[in-house]
């Protein structure tokens, strides 16, 4: 198991006389034996900054370091990382036995040996009994894992998963977040996880980096991302449902400061009006995640009303759509309350809860 | 998404392209005022896509009425004329007899088709079998080689050409090259000093050796087309991951490449047989057959006697054996096919 650390690391794509800057000045250390996961929407870059670690495209510039040794002109057969893809990439002529064993068979390990381990890893992943199918006649769960396996079998510098969960539905999805953080835990190895889904991130990581149009917007734990995001882009991007957001204006009222989004008024702390009565600027973006807003009032909570537009009941909870001028505004309840589109209802936050934002970098203020 | 392409129901933006002409079945539900604007322009005057129901059956019923008569009912004539005594005097006094087995049994003891059946095993492996051989290097060469599309197109033309001549010019051609005596082969080998005298291309021993040349020269670019595109149908993916894997070229080449394309070659061996079996043009332009039959198959002796020597119900009994051992041949190698492609559940 190794140390992986990217250094000011750039992919420029040139094609047909256009250059495309997928991935810019990425600095990330993922440290040994780390679950780090790699988050941002279609495009942010990834897949190239997972595909440059594999080695399967070069770095236009910078340094990508193995414990300290530097593997950019390494092949991937060189750099001992293993991956699972997206797509599962198995050999479509080989059974899943063969598949998984096909790591060992290139560095020429005999095939005694080679059944041996591919047996005793079956068996964690629970696979035994498809070990003669081939992949096929698999279903999509059944490749995932048979994928897995054939990442796990040696001992890489490093697992890297590139959205292995991408095509498994429900229910299965669950089983394998749990298989993949038991694994974590009893090899103890490094993993580098790429997901466009925040949810599987949070489930799985010790850290998450967020991408954003080939820039590492944020890397950090679940807390850090949840409740001091770097930038609006992720504190939108982390949670669900996503952080509510108004435009608003500072302004002294009473000696206090508040923020006015149009006809609703929000009230920061006074550490925060502190803040931005130094700055000066009038113009700020705030975010209030919908778990923050809540129905019943509690100490210190501050409320305003609202009009409930949409109910969708989840189970355990409810997300409701509410209106507020032409504001729209999401807001968890639970799901016993006996909530119809129409009511007016008073929402409560707590004036901490708030994010502010520089309304032209986008980037947290308080 | 900005260009809007892809996010059609109906009703919405412009549906992709094909989402109407699904099925007949499909078509009939929608009334012609429910149609998008677009897909009426497309479709032109045109009210509907239902024909009455004979006419499919009758633009299936004439090619199959046409093979019928080309195929099928020279098939069985041949049947009938192999078990008769039958040459061209007897056919026109129309006074043949049934002989049973007879023009069988004469083919099959004649010395001249034992030859010609340790020829045609010999073009078959020499020939055929180099062919896609070489046809499968050629394209896996190029294909790992030449990274270049516009280089690779322009390679593609230059090894497909020699199949767009006509196979009776092209014997003509080597058979001017081969010429002992003044050919170009000969003068070149000698000219580099790889040999002493002029080679007799066409003696007893070399005339056969000398036409699998020309017939490699020509029909290698076959094979290779077909195992190129196969390759190219390969998925990218499955090459990245056994990079990843750590297996070296030679190891993915051995239990990747080849494994997944075996079907492809397969389906190259069959036709480049199939073709074997009815090889004549090169033999009749190049050698006919000499010299003392030394470069004759047996494709080329049933057409010398039927054509030739107007010995009909012979020519048949040669035909009928011909095709006896294609079929069981092709058999054979689609009943692997089938194997290899049930094993991996894709058939």
């Not at chain 2, 099959?108 to 070489?134: E, N, P, W």
């Not at chain 2, 090169?282 to 080329?300: D, F, H, I, N, W």
Request: net charge neutral; hydrophobic share 45%.
């Amino acid at each position: 198991m190794a140390e992986v650390r990217l250094a000011r690391v750039n992919k420029v794509y040139e094609g047909r006389g256009q250059q495309v800057h997928a991935v810019r000045d990425l600095d990330l250390v993922v440290e040994n034996g780390e679950f780090v996961s790699i988050v941002g929407p279609s495009g942010c870059g990834k897949s190239t900054t997972l595909r440059m670690i594999v080695g399967l495209e070069q770095a236009t510039s910078g340094e990508i370091l193995f414990d300290g040794a530097m593997v950019n002109e390494l092949d991937p057969q060189a750099r001992n990382v293993a991956m699972a893809f997206e797509n599962y990439a198995l050999y479509p002529n080989f059974s899943a036995e063969e598949n998984i064993g096909f790591p060992l068979e290139a560095r020429g390990i005999p095939k005694q040996e080679r059944r041996r381990r591919v047996r005793a890893l079956a068996e964690l992943l629970q696979i035994e009994n498809i070990l003669h199918q081939h992949p096929n006649t698999l279903s999509g769960g059944q490749k995932q894992r048979v994928s897995l396996a054939r990442a796990l079998i040696r001992e890489p510098a490093a697992f890297i998963l590139d959205e292995v969960l991408g095509h498994v539905d429900g229910h299965l999805r669950f089983q394998m977040l749990f298989d993949l953080k038991r694994l974590h835990q009893s090899l103890d190895s490094t993993m580098i996880f790429v997901t466009h889904d925040q949810m599987e991130a949070i489930a799985l990581s010790d850290r998450i980096a967020v991408l954003h149009q080939g820039r590492l917007v944020q890397c950090g734990t679940r807390d850090e991302l949840y409740d001091t995001p770097a930038t609006r882009f992720v504190a939108d991007f982390v949670g669900e449902p996503p952080t509510n957001f108004f435009e608003v204006r500072f302004a002294e009222e009473g000696g206090q400061g508040v923020l006015h989004a149009d006809d609703l008024t929000l009230q920061p702390t006074p550490e925060m009006a502190a803040l931005m009565r130094s700055r000066g600027d009038g113009r700020y973006v705030v975010g209030i995640r919908p778990q923050n807003l809540l129905c019943t009032p509690r100490a210190g909570t501050i409320s305003f009303d609202a009009t409930i537009d949409i109910h969708e009941y989840l189970g355990e909870r409810s997300i409701l759509t509410l209106r507020r001028g032409r504001h729209s505004i999401q807001a968890l309840a639970s799901a016993e309350g006996a909530w119809a589109p129409g009511d007016e209802i008073t929402l409560n936050y707590r004036p901490r809860d708030i994010m502010v934002f520089d309304a032209e970098t986008e980037a947290l203020v308080a | 998404m900005a260009t809007g392409t892809g996010e059609g129901a109906p009703g919405g933006g412009r549906p992709v392209r094909g989402a109407y002409a699904v099925s007949a079945a499909t078509i009939r539900e929608w009334r012609d005022d429910e149609l998008p604007d677009w897909f009426k322009k497309k479709r032109g005057s045109a009210r509907s896509l239902i024909v009455n129901r004979w006419v499919p059956r009758v633009m299936v019923g004439v090619p199959i009425a046409v093979l019928l008569f080309i195929v099928a009912y020279p098939t069985v004539q041949m049947a009938y004329y192999a078990f008769h005594d039958i040459n061209m005097v007897s056919l026109f006094k129309g006074d043949y007899g049934l002989i049973g087995f007879t023009n069988f049994e004469r083919v099959l003891t004649s010395d001249r088709f034992h030859g010609s059946v340790l020829h045609l095993a010999q073009y078959l492996f020499f020939g055929a079998v180099l062919q896609v051989v070489i046809g499968t290097a050629l394209a896996l060469i190029l294909h790992h080689c030449v990274r270049n599309n516009a280089a690779r197109l322009v390679i593609l033309v230059i090894l497909v050409m020699p199949m767009m001549l006509p196979p009776s010019i092209v014997g003509v051609l080597w058979r001017f090259l081969f010429n002992p005596s003044n050919g170009a082969i000969n003068q070149a080998l000698l000219d580099i000093g790889l040999i002493k005298a002029h080679i007799e291309w066409f003696e007893i021993g070399t005339s056969l050796w000398t036409i699998t040349i020309a017939d490699i020269w020509e029909w290698t670019s076959l094979p290779f087309l077909i195992v190129f595109s196969g390759r190219l149908g390969l998925p990218p993916s499955i090459y990245e991951a056994a990079r990843v894997d750590g297996a070296s070229p030679f190891l993915t080449l051995r239990r990747i490449t080849l494994p997944m394309l075996k079907e492809v070659i397969a389906i190259a061996f069959i036709i480049r047989f199939m073709d074997a079996y009815k090889f004549v043009d090169k033999v009749y332009v190049m050698t006919s057959g000499g010299p003392a039959q030394s470069s004759e198959l047996p494709a080329y002796i049933a057409y010398q006697r039927g054509v030739r020597e107007f010995e009909i119900g012979e020519a048949a009994a040669y035909a009928w054996i011909i095709f006896l051992f294609a079929i069981v041949l092709i058999t054979l190698f689609l009943r692997y096919l089938k194997r290899v492609l049930r094993a991996q559940a894709i058939a």
